[in-house]
């Protein structure tokens, strides 16, 4: 508080050691007493906050967060200062409120072991016992024994119980790990942050970390598979203390992955530490039993003589071995090879600039880009010592802004001799032809350095554009200065005779020098005689740098090329029998001529055999489908290791946290599963009677990692699993289905107690998994669901169908377990029908769920996940069996709702465009004459129109400093927000005109600015002088370049509201403002909702938590309709057309407490050419509205609160606008949902709901970005999207734009899943009535965005009865 408000607390008051309650109601009452001096209403619960009530702290922190970010000043904040140094003890637990006393403290005793064998001591004090099954430290002070018990009944712990009774393991605790203390040191600070020092380290976490079967299961692998050795060295462990850590690499084919397993760390050595590194590795290989035959690749990230060392020992057991650590650095090495042969110019020239900027007091902008991005020069031997990508981007960097830097040095300080000696250089033309030459020379290694920064999420196919990349670099360079024949020779013989033999050069004018631009720099100065010079240099360029490529380079560019095209199946034709042969020798894969036979002969088959999947191979990833032949091979086959072998190298990214946080994530232990929430809700498998009497039913204690002084209550979760979806679209939006819901009953009942049973003794209970024989179609999944009527006709069952999510009454006779799989399961069906093939994902999905089986090894991709399923069904779903599945709770017939609920990135175009539109605003005025008309004194910018220069101001200039007249105002709202098929705005953003624009090239910003307003308000000539800067930011995006007269307001983001809520030159009488009603009066809400699409209003409600004691909707589209029905379980009562609702309807459903509406909008929205406007066609229905808005309006005297809204279209004209603003009496609110949710969608909304004008903010569960609500493999090529509409084209980013998404490397439509997450509604929301996909649309495209009328309605609980 005192931070957002100075001055607001008095500090000094501030009981700092608070320890008790009354210190604790002392401090409150300051900051409450704050709150009230300073007009803030909201209210503290001081008890409720001392007590540790979780719900109470939650509230206010987030409350306290909102507020601090809404109005917290820029200026930096000193709290030590501030409380002048007093210092803060955290709040210990006292006797009375917070914990037991002292007597009745359960401290952790080894007798615990007794009763529960998986209970071990923690390392974080006597007041936890660790669970080696679940990996959890459970706070057991206060409870003890009855903690262990309640914990071992959790769902969790079963499921990690029963998978350790699977593989056999019957005590982790006795077993210790093979790896070095120094490995579980290491995997304890690189996973939980921390040292590893003190107390000792538990190694029941490294063992949740490496899994159960480590290290069984890497040895199992290596010693069938190729597999890879990653060495990092020099780990920091402690302060003096460093380990190498080592890595296993090999290819999964299981998961059709390249899987990276930690394998140990080893201490490292001060005494003749590269033999004893060496050594020390190929001991671990042998005491985990790697064989060495198999070993085909190390990686060291470390270029010192150690791991030169521990190639040459690993070379010794396996001559065969690749060493890519080279690779990955062969541009650095190449750069500073070359660069070294160049004269010492340029880098003396780059050391000099380095040194003035970080000497000179004055940062210069130009310097401050050129520098700013890490490039440091502190080293002597910079720039050399940088890497090759920042080289080059220095190098880039200096010739961009040449000019700018002579201009800065030449008006440096004229004593100032190193700008002098500085400015010499940059006048010297060889300098400048030096920088050009190394810009061009170095691109090629450029783009391959730049391959190796590959982000995390990279698919491995990279891997291929490195392998070819590699290739290729000799070629490139050799091509540069050696005749063709000899660079031939070269590349086939690595002879470097060919490269310093003059006769094998080329002549001087076809040596490459970067290009004509060279020359042309030396000819202009007159500088020709220095061409000879630099041409020389350039050759021993060239010849040191393909010199060292050479040498780097561990394979020779053939084998390179070879590895890159076998492993591409689009180039797999391209590679030939002798390629694969030179291939299986080199990597050691075959010894004898038998053996390279055998290799080719199972080549040439794989090629006739893959001849005809051109097709399948373009829409899998590399992994995938090498993973579909591998498992087509036989064991013994010669190819099938040459592709392991080479699946297995090493691929960027290789950054050591990230390789480490792989190898100690990726490992399959689902008894250790760390994705699984830190919080523990005991509450979802507890019976009742295992807790405590004072324990209600609807209330449970949840133990929450690092409050565990607190008993916190909460209501448990419902998170539910995806019943099924009913009917899905088997076309393009047939995507990935939702997967991997925990299954938690919906109603805190017992776990085994069965509501709806059936009495009649013949099975089928609710909520099995059965199959059911109907006339006509062969047996058919379904689960049997709860008769309606309080008792059910003897030996009938009510069933729904997976697939189509229909019912039928059925008798037990035509029945069958849902066990009887392989007796059932129809492969004709599944093989021509797409609604059984559904039906039998979504019965196994469910039954997965509930015996705990995961298909994660699939990835989210269906039909691998399907085959997945369909192989552990057909063998008994093991290991449970089909008593997995039965249900424990007559809740298993949960629905499929889903109950997981700003900048804009336009396509590339442009760097500046005519927008030569025929309606433009014409300017009238002579604007040119605003300059001279300043020269006046007393006159100021704000004293004329930023759009045609009249001095007959109406309003300020929303965005810049200056005014808008009264014809200008109106162009400026009808035409701000309007953009072009390009994403971008149809006119400039000053003026809301103009016709040639410059674009923002901001990939976030969608603004442009005209040729006329840049030449006067900023200078003349600016706009040419931009359309050479590219990228260039707007002023928007960077206020610090505003010049000249264009100013940017400070406050912009408040006015442009201002703007928009107060522009139809009316006021109006303020809304009567209705108190907040005390909770206990408090009553459900009555809401009548006019034009109520598909329920968006009731849905947020409901979200909100709202009672509702009736809805009545008006909506006359039976789809929508049909939405709403089945959503919300008829529980909405539809009404038709609004024209038929009467005042004597009004009186018999009334009366109401909420009114919502928005009435269709193609006659007013200007988009649309033949509208009719507000008085005409559908225009005319907002006069409905206001009808019944004038009947439900509460009489004089009545005190009970009634709210309204309405909404409707932004673009209108300002005369339709104005109307409406009339006749409901006040202005309306702009809100862009593109805060909210990943697309555009700017709407009035006129209204008296309190706070409508507060500013929008997101809240945790908002998916403000387009790849957040995309299904899985699918990725977004843009993070916001513009306004889906009914028409289909809208998804489309511009009329001929690109689609928002890339699947399988291809353009893709939005699934209507997707678009039903972007407008903020449950997945499957408009999945009813076998809707098709555009119908799907339209009525999503009619919808309101959820997220903006959450923020709307919410402030309404303050009135209204809340569950």
């Not at 009452?29 to 704050?34: I, K, P, T």
């Amino acid at each position: 508080m005192d931070c957002v408000i100075p001055g607001s607390v008095d500090m000094s008051k501030v009981k700092f050691g608070a320890q008790g309650g009354d210190d604790c109601k002392h401090n409150f009452s300051l900051l409450q007493d704050a709150f009230i001096k300073n007009g803030i209403t909201e209210t503290i619960p001081v008890e409720e906050l001392i007590n540790g009530d979780f719900k109470s702290n939650f509230e206010i922190l987030r409350w306290l967060k909102a507020f601090y970010t809404a109005n917290v000043k820029s200026e930096e904040y000193d709290p030590v200062k501030a409380r002048d140094g007093h210092d803060i003890s955290p709040i210990l637990a006292s006797p009375q409120s917070r914990g037991p006393t002292q007597e009745s403290l359960h401290l952790y005793t080894e007798k615990w072991k007794k009763t529960f064998d998986w209970a071990e001591s923690s390392t974080l004090g006597d007041h936890y016992t660790f669970c080696c099954i679940c990996n959890r430290n459970l706070s057991t002070i206060h409870k003890g024994l009855f903690d262990l018990r309640r914990h071992m009944k959790t769902k969790k712990h079963m499921k990690g119980a029963r998978i350790a009774k699977s593989v056999g393991l019957q005590s982790l605790a006795g077993e210790p790990l093979p790896c070095s203390n120094a490995a579980i040191r290491f995997i304890h600070k690189h996973c939980k942050h921390g040292t590893g020092d003190g107390e000792q380290v538990s190694s029941h976490f490294a063992r949740s970390k490496l899994g159960l079967q480590y290290p069984k299961d890497i040895t199992s692998v290596c010693q069938h598979t190729p597999y890879c050795v990653y060495i990092y060295e020099g780990v920091t462990l402690d302060k003096d203390e460093t380990v190498s850590v080592v890595l296993v690499g090999f290819f999964d084919v299981e998961a059709s992955r390249h899987c990276i397993r930690f394998l140990d760390a080893l201490q490292s050595s001060t005494d003749n530490g590269g033999d004893q590194t060496a050594a020390t590795v190929v001991e671990t290989l042998a005491k985990f039993g790697l064989p060495a035959g198999n070993l085909v690749a190390v990686y060291s990230d470390s270029k010192s003589a150690a791991s030169q060392q521990i190639c040459s020992q690993l070379r010794e057991l396996n001559p065969n071995i690749v060493a890519l650590g080279e690779l990955y650095n062969i541009a650095d090495a190449a750069c500073r090879a070359g660069v070294k042969r160049l004269s010492n110019q340029a880098q003396e020239l780059m050391v000099d600039i380095h040194a003035h900027y970080s000497s000179c007091c004055t940062k210069n902008d130009d310097l401050k880009a050129l520098f700013g991005s890490g490039i440091t020069g502190d080293s002597p031997s910079f720039p050399l010592n940088t890497s090759c990508l920042n080289f080059c981007l220095l190098v880039a960097k200096i010739l961009e802004i040449w000019t700018e830097l002579q201009l800065h040095f030449s008006s440096c300080d004229k004593e100032d001799d190193k700008a002098k000696l500085i400015f010499s250089q940059l006048q010297d033309p060889k300098v400048r032809a030096t920088f050009m030459l190394l810009e061009e020379a170095l691109k090629p290694l450029h783009n391959f350095q730049r391959h190796m920064q590959t982000h995390e999420q990279a698919a491995r196919a990279d891997l291929l554009l490195i392998l070819e990349e590699a290739s290729s670099l000799l070629c490139t360079y050799t091509s540069c200065f050696l005749h063709p024949q000899a660079a031939v020779r070269f590349l086939k013989e690595l002879d470097a005779q060919y490269l310093n033999n003059k006769k094998f050069h080329l002549s001087s004018s076809e040596l490459s020098l970067g290009g004509k631009a060279v020359e042309d720099v030396l000819n202009e100065s007159k500088t020709a005689e220095a061409l000879p010079h630099l041409q020389e240099e350039a050759l021993s360029f060239y010849i040191a740098l393909t010199g060292s490529i050479a040498e780097e380079l561990p394979l020779t560019h053939g084998v390179l090329r070879s590895m890159a095209q076998l492993l591409n199946p689009q180039s797999r034709l391209k590679v030939t029998g002798k390629a694969v042969e030179e291939l299986g020798i080199k990597l050691g894969i075959c010894i004898s001529p038998d053996e390279v036979q055998q290799l080719t002969s199972e080549f040439l088959e794989y090629q006739l055999a893959e001849e005809g999947e051109k097709e399948k191979s373009a829409v899998v990833s590399l992994e995938e489908h090498w993973a579909s032949v591998l498992k087509e091979t036989k064991p013994t086959s010669f190819f099938r290791k040459l592709v392991f072998t080479l699946l297995c190298l090493p691929c960027p990214p290789l950054d050591a946290q990230f390789v480490f946080t792989q190898a100690l994530d990726n490992v399959d232990a689902p008894l250790f599963s760390e994705s699984e929430p830190l919080t523990e809700s005991d509450c979802d498998s507890l019976p009742d009677n295992a807790l405590s009497d004072n324990i209600s039913n609807e209330h449970s204690s949840i133990q929450i990692e690092g409050l565990n002084d607190l008993d916190v209550i909460m209501k448990p979760c419902k998170v539910h699993l995806i019943k099924i979806n009913a009917k899905t679209d088997h076309g393009e939006e047939n995507g990935p289905s939702l997967k991997e819901e925990e299954e938690t009953p919906s109603k805190p009942t017992p776990r085994r107690q069965r509501k709806h049973v059936y009495q009649d003794g013949k099975g089928f209970l609710t909520g099995e998994l059965v199959w059911g024989k109907v006339k006509g179609f062969s047996w058919w999944p379904g689960m049997v669901m709860p008769w309606k009527t309080k008792s059910s006709p003897l030996g009938m069952r009510k069933v729904e169908w997976f697939g189509d999510g229909m019912f039928s009454e059925i008798y037990t006779e035509s029945l069958m377990s849902f066990s009887a799989f392989t007796k059932c399961f129809c492969k004709n069906s599944f093989a021509s029908l797409p609604v059984y093939k559904e039906a039998i994902f979504q019965i196994i999905e469910l039954a997965g769920e509930r015996c705990g089986k995961s298909f994660a090894s699939a990835e989210g991709i269906k039909e691998k996940e399907l085959k997945l399923m369909l192989d552990w069904a057909l063998e008994g779903f093991l290991p449970t069996g089909p008593e997995g599945f039965t249900p424990i709770d007559s809740a298993a017939h949960l629905d499929s709702s889903d109950s997981s609920l700003c900048n804009y990135q336009p396509p590339a175009k442009r760097k500046y465009v005519f927008k030569n539109k025929a309606n433009a605003a014409i300017i009238s005025y002579n604007r040119e004459l605003i300059i001279e008309k300043l020269k006046k004194k007393g006159t100021t910018i704000e004293d004329f129109c930023l759009s045609c220069g009249s001095s007959e101001i109406e309003v300020q200039h929303p965005l810049f400093e200056g005014g808008l007249c009264l014809k200008c105002k109106e162009n400026f709202t009808e035409t701000l927000y309007r953009y072009d098929e390009d994403g971008y705005q149809s006119y400039c953003t000053v003026c809301c005109a103009g016709l040639e624009v410059i674009l923002c090239g901001n990939a976030s910003c969608c603004r442009c600015f005209c040729k006329d307003c840049l030449d006067i308000l900023v200078g003349p000539g600016t706009f040419d002088k931009l359309k050479d800067v590219d990228p260039w930011s707007c002023f928007m995006c960077k206020p610090s370049q505003c010049d000249g007269n264009l100013k940017l307001r400070p406050d912009w983001s408040v006015k442009v509201q201002d703007l928009f809520a107060n522009n139809s030159a009316m006021a109006f009488e303020p809304h009567r403002v209705y108190p907040s009603i005390p909770a206990d009066q408090r009553r459900p809400i009555r809401v009548l909702s006019l034009f109520d699409g598909i329920a968006t209003g009731y849905l947020v409600l409901k979200d909100l938590g709202f009672k509702i004691e009736r809805y009545i909707a008006s909506e006359i589209c039976e789809d929508s309709i049909t939405v709403g029905m089945v959503k919300h379980d008829g529980k909405i009562e539809y009404v038709n057309d609004v024209r038929n609702i009467t005042r004597k309807h009004l009186a018999e459903w009334g009366p109401f407490d909420l009114l919502i509406g928005g009435s269709p909008c193609n006659d007013l929205s200007m988009v649309n050419p033949l509208r009719k406007g507000l008085f005409e066609g559908t225009g005319r229905l907002f006069f409905e509205f206001y009808r019944i808005l004038t009947l439900l309006k509460p009489k004089e005297g009545d005190d009970r609160p009634f709210f309204w809204l309405f909404e409707n279209v932004v673009f209108m004209s300002a005369n339709d606008k104005s109307d409406i603003c009339r006749f409901l009496e006040c202005n309306p609110i702009l809100i862009d949902a593109i805060k909210v949710s990943p697309a555009h969608r700017a709407r009035y909304f006129w209204g008296n709901l309190p706070g409508m004008n507060r500013p929008l903010a997101t809240s945790l569960d908002d998916k403000v970005g387009l790849q957040d609500c995309l299904e899985v493999g699918r990725l977004a090529k843009f993070d916001k999207v513009r306004t889906i509409t009914t028409k289909s084209n809208s998804i489309r980013q511009g009329k001929m734009g690109p689609l928002p998404v890339s699947y399988n490397g291809k353009e893709d439509y939005l699934w209507c899943t997707e678009m039903e997450q972007i407008f903020g509604f449950p997945k499957h929301y408009t999945d009813v009535n076998n809707m098709g996909r555009m119908q799907r649309q339209k009525v999503l495209g009619r919808s309101w965005s959820v997220p903006v009328i959450r923020h709307l309605f919410a402030p309404l609980k303050d009135y209204f009865e809340c569950e």
